[in-house]
T-cell receptor
Framework: GAVVSQHPSWVICKSGTSVKIECRSL??????MFWYRQFPKQSLMLMAT?????????EQGVEKDKFLINHASLTLSTLTVTSAHPEDSSFYIC???????????FGNGTRLTVT | DAKTTQPNSMESNEEEPVHLPCNHS???????IHWYRQLPSQGPEYVIH???SNVNNRMASLAIAEDRKSSTLILHRATLRDAAVYYC????????????FGAGTTVTVRA
């Protein structure tokens, strides 16, 4: 069964509103989770590393004020897309692993459509 | 980040083996070799990973060259459900253990 659960699986929102995506590790505690974005027919692009109890680390070119990440517990990280615009429409995927030597497990992704 | 190079696409017939190559000539001693696959509209799925020795699991085998500069993912008997994009990725477990995805290899399986 799935060890990383992502919710919602899809969401449609109006331009200017904010959307929150949840990522939960079900079978293990994860001090670190990763958030990716994927546009059609492209590979996954790492957006940020979510660290439990501290600030997220963002990849170059990713706006930290637009993509708010909160990792308040060892099993939950959230990504909030603030003031969403149509160009933010994408497939957002989270991942986590039990430790550095273990494989990453991915959520099933969230399809965001901004109208 | 240590980079990997994979062919863009590969075709196979059902029930036949598939050998997916990956070059990683700049691999460091602390890099694990990971393979994931992704079906359309789904998150990636873990396939296999290894450090130096060849690895086998129920999904596939991973053959790692002695100098670790290349590796091959082997699907022993391809099925239609194996059609996916396969990603070969290096994960540094000491310094920076995030996974960065390349373009991957699109595998097509013919019935």
């Amino acid at each position: 069964g799935a060890v990383v659960s992502q919710h919602p699986s899809w969401v449609i929102c109006k331009s200017g509103t904010s959307v929150k995506i949840e990522c939960r590790s079900l079978d293990f505690q994860a001090t670190t989770m990763f958030w990716y974005r994927q546009f059609p027919k492209q590979s996954l692009m790492l957006m940020a590393t979510s660290n439990e109890g501290s600030k997220a680390t963002y990849e170059q070119g990713v706006e930290k004020d637009k993509f708010l990440i909160n990792h308040a517990s060892l099993t939950l990280s959230t990504l909030t897309v603030t003031s969403a615009h149509p160009e933010d429409s994408s497939f957002y995927i989270c991942s986590a692993s039990k430790d550095r030597d273990s494989p990453l497990h991915f959520g099933n992704g969230t399809r965001l459509t901004v109208t | 980040d240590a980079k990997t190079t994979q062919p863009n696409s590969m075709e196979s017939n059902e029930e036949e083996p598939v050998h997916l190559p990956c070059n990683h000539s700049t691999i460091s001693g602390t890099d694990y070799i990971h393979w994931y696959r992704q079906l359309p509209s789904q998150g990636p799925e873990y396939v296999i990973h290894g450090l130096t020795s060849n690895v086998n699991n129920r999904m596939a085998s991973l053959a790692i060259a002695e100098d670790r500069k290349s590796s091959t993912l082997i699907l022993h008997r391809a099925t239609l459900r194996d059609a996916a994009v396969y990603y070969c990725i290096l994960r540094d477990t000491i310094n920076d253990y995030k996974l960065s995805f390349g373009a991957g290899t699109t595998v097509t399986v013919r019935a």
